[in-house]
């Protein structure tokens, strides 16, 4: 990996995705901001300094993410590592009153855009790379009414483990993230709807609370580091023991 590493992560303006960029900067990347909101990602590249840019890309379009892939490598000098991070959040409505045009746009944003984002930025990868993939709990156990958003991160899982072992040869390490529930804004509007029950969540969750979305992109920084080169191929849950627990009850006292 070069000295000064070339980072491109999407989703970035906001969230898991902000986070992600502002530790990536910190370790020295150079980084690429890639989000649908194009002029949020400009604002927050700005936020991190004249070495990082922005791309408006929406990753479930092929000729978007063609043209923000090679805006990165001309704008960064090539790529060295990709955060496959965008992603939408399902309805939460009952099985029965799911629509399938927003069960495929779920699907087409996170899996499309996975597939899509790696693909071309693995052309770029000539030799060496990481590509961090955004899977979930909800990918690896059953959350009830997240049917499109639980089989996309299930996909991603898979897909993370097929494009490893494809890739390996070519020095590219590619991973995946599971995380848990998470405090941004997005959960802070899902609670203050009434959608989720934050103090259910943290009695479920064996660390008591919901995590920090710097907590994430430690993890996720470790991925796509050095300290990570015999690593490939791994789903890393992040998610306070949400897994691991599976006894009677709440996890967690409260």
């Known amino acids: ?138 990918g690896l156990g059953g959350l009830p009414r997240r049917n499109a958003y639980g089989a996309a991160k299930a996909g991603i899982a898979q897909m993370t483990k097929n494009l490893a072992c494809e890739w390996a040869g070519r020095g590219i390490r590619v991973n995946a993230l599971a995380p848990g529930y998470v405090g941004t804004a997005l959960v802070r509007t899902l609670e203050a709807a009434g959608r989720i029950d934050r103090q259910k969540l943290e009695r479920r969750i064996p660390m008591g609370r919901l995590a920090e979305p710097e907590e994430i992109a430690e993890a996720g920084w470790f991925l796509c580091s050095p300290a990570a080169s015999y690593v490939t191929g791994a789903i890393l849950s992040v998610d306070g023991g949400w897994q691991a627990f599976s006894d009677a009850g709440d996890a967690s006292p409260g």
């Open 1 to 138: 990996m070069a000295t000064q590493p070339a980072a491109i992560i999407t989703g970035a303006a906001d969230g898991i995705g902000w986070a992600l960029a502002r530790r990536f900067a910190a370790a020295g990347c150079r980084v690429a901001l890639a989000d649908i909101a194009g002029e949020r990602a400009a604002a927050r590249a700005a936020e991190l300094g004249a070495d990082h840019i922005a791309l408006a890309c929406d990753v479930s379009d092929e000729a978007s993410v063609r043209a923000a892939v090679a805006a990165a490598a001309s704008g960064l000098g090539g790529i060295d590592i990709l955060v496959n991070n965008a992603g939408i959040g399902d309805t939460h409505l009952p099985t029965l009153e799911q629509d399938i045009g927003h069960f495929e746009r779920v699907l087409k944003v996170h899996l499309n855009g996975t597939f899509l984002m790696s693909r071309e930025v693995a052309r770029f990868m000539m030799e060496r790379g990481a590509i961090l993939n955004i899977s979930s709990i909800a």
